[in-house]
Nanobody
Framework: VQLQASGGGLVQAGGSMRLSCAASGRTFSSYVMGWFRQAPGKEREFVGRIHWSGGSPYYAASVAGRFTISRDIAKNTAYLQMNSLKPEDTAVYYC??????????????????WGQGTQVTVSS
């Protein structure tokens, strides 16, 4: 099983960026795809999640209204669209897949598979 995150880079505050997470190695139809981030010196933070089978995504309060999670079943890829970026959004972003857990799936321990992380830097 492999999750390959991509799309990070440097962007100015107020800008947008889209991250991708390509999944391979198994069927993810019953899984939840989550996004987390970790800033230097801080713990890993939940960003949001989406059920691979559909339904409304769920977001952390810090990104709700600015970030959007989606998935393309045909491409086996999940996306994190980030708008109105702030310097405090600077972090390494990780995608992850969870086979079971709570409704919100907000804990990293609930995730079975992780991508390698991609750096997002927002300049002021």
């Amino acid at each position: 099983v492999q999750l390959q995150a991509s799309g990070g880079g440097l962007v100015q505050a107020g800008g947008s960026m889209r991250l991708s997470c390509a999944a391979s190695g198994r069927t993810f139809s019953s899984y939840v795809m989550g996004w987390f981030r970790q800033a230097p010196g801080k713990e890993r933070e939940f960003v949001g999640r989406i059920h691979w089978s559909g339904g409304s995504p769920y977001y952390a309060a810090s990104v709700a209204g600015r970030f959007t999670i989606s998935r393309d079943i045909a491409k086996n890829t999940a996306y994190l669209q980030m708008n109105s970026l702030k310097p405090e959004d600077t972090a390494v972003y990780y995608c992850a897949a969870s086979g079971s857990g709570s409704y919100y799936r907000g804990l990293s321990a609930e995730y079975d598979y992780w991508g390698q992380g991609t750096q997002v830097t927002v300049s002021s």
